[in-house]
């Protein structure tokens, strides 16, 4: 069966610190991978999404990246972390050519202080 | 444009009560899915249903049922004598012909004891 492991669950950075999150997927190739941001008391907002191995489309302009550098493992990172990054990172899969489902990571709960 | 409107920020009821969740979305599309996603304290999502758009048939599983109406582009969510453990945020996505997932706001269901 598939899984997708996300870590870490929860994360505190000073300002202008770098940041990595890192996101696998067990037992499936070529997965679509995306990576959601969740405000505090707002929906999810679509950042990143990858159709394959160092294809990257990105949603909205911000002050993270993202990079695919093995089929099942999707890294998010900034250089610079502000304050308006913290929130809540969810990292998703879908099958290929999107399918039927995304299936979601248990999430990094991020804070900048 | 495509976009799912949650229009209930915000809901509250006592155990046993029936719920109806409302989601309406717009879409260009002919072909699409349509989701429901729980969100718990714990910030996981997880997967409810999925419809795709030539499937109206509403669908029962246990407690929750699901209306979907093309002819007024909703897909309402309804828990049958709702419990404690189902306080949760709900979330409706649309998933376009790109194979993107398009999100409501959120729904914050709090069944009260």
């Known amino acids: 069966s598939q899984t997708i492991h996300q870590w870490p669950a929860t994360l505190v950075q000073p300002v202008g610190s770098p940041l990595s999150l890192e996101c696998t997927v067990e037992?499936?190739?070529?997965?679509?991978l995306y990576w959601y941001r969740q405000a505090a008391g707002r929906g999810l907002q679509l950042l990143f999404y990858?159709?394959?191995?160092?294809?990257i489309s990105s949603e909205v302009p911000q002050n993270l990246s993202a990079s695919r550098p093995q089929d099942r493992q999707f890294i998010l990172s900034s250089k610079k972390l502000l304050l308006s990054d913290s929130g809540f990172y969810l990292c998703?899969?879908?099958?290929?050519?999107?399918?039927?489902?995304?299936?979601f990571g248990q999430g990094t709960r991020l804070t900048v202080v | 444009a495509q976009k799912v409107t949650q229009a209930q920020t915000e809901i509250s009821v006592v155990e046993k009560e029936d719920v109806t969740l409302d989601c309406v979305y717009e879409?260009?599309?002919?072909?699409?899915?349509l989701f429901w996603y729980k969100q718990p304290p714990s910030g996981e999502l997880v997967f409810l249903i999925r419809?795709?758009?030539?499937d109206e048939q509403n669908e029962i599983s246990g407690r929750y049922s699901w209306n979907f109406q093309k002819s007024t582009s909703s897909f309402n969510f309804t828990i049958t004598a709702s419990q404690v453990v189902d306080s949760a945020v709900y979330f409706c996505?649309?998933?376009?012909?790109?194979?993107?997932?398009?999100w409501g706001a959120g729904t914050k269901l709090i069944i009260k004891p």
């Open positions: 996505a649309l998933m376009d012909s790109n194979y993107q997932l398009i």
């Open positions: 879409t260009r599309d002919t072909t699409y899915y």
């Open positions: 419809r795709n758009s030539f």
């Open positions: 037992g499936t190739s070529n997965p679509n």
């Open positions: 990858s159709v394959g191995i160092g294809q």
């Open positions: 998703a899969w879908s099958p290929i050519g999107g399918g039927i489902s995304a299936f």
